[in-house]
Nanobody
Framework: QVQLVESGGGLVQAGGSLRLSCAAS????????MGWFRQAPGKEREFLAG????????DYADSVKGRFTISRDNAKNTVYLQMNSLKPEDTAVYYC?????????????WGQGTQVTVSS
């Protein structure tokens, strides 16, 4: 069982930055690939970024490539999402997810989400 808790969301002006964190309660964090997703009101959940077990491989959606960076610290059981050059359309609830396989869609464990609001 994996429990995930996101933090770091908030209100930011367009062009600003935020760093999201996701702390995992699990015996062996490095056994899990991690992903970040978001869901805006009235829209489907969207894959943003994924990272492999050791952090050596990352994958990004085109919508955030070059602006967002995913990273992990296995010693701290934490995955991060650095978000730069934020736009109003980035406003959404952001979720982290964990699974033993790296993918853009299938994740077994999810956090509760953290709200990110970008004002224009």
């Amino acid at each position: 069982q994996v429990q995930l808790v996101e933090s770091g969301g908030g209100l930011v002006q367009a062009g600003g930055s935020l760093r999201l964190s996701c702390a995992a309660s699990v015996r062996t964090f490095s056994n899990y690939a991690m992903g970040w997703f978001r869901q805006a009101p009235g829209k489907e959940r969207e894959f943003l970024a994924g990272i492999s077990w050791s952090g050596g491989y990352t994958d990004y959606a085109d919508s955030v490539k070059g602006r967002f960076t995913i990273s992990r610290d296995n010693a701290k059981n934490t995955v991060y999402l650095q978000m730069n050059s934020l736009k109003p359309e980035d406003t959404a609830v952001y979720y982290c997810a964990a699974d033993k396989r790296l993918s853009r869609a299938r994740y077994d464990y999810w956090g509760q989400g953290t709200q990110v609001t970008v004002s224009s």
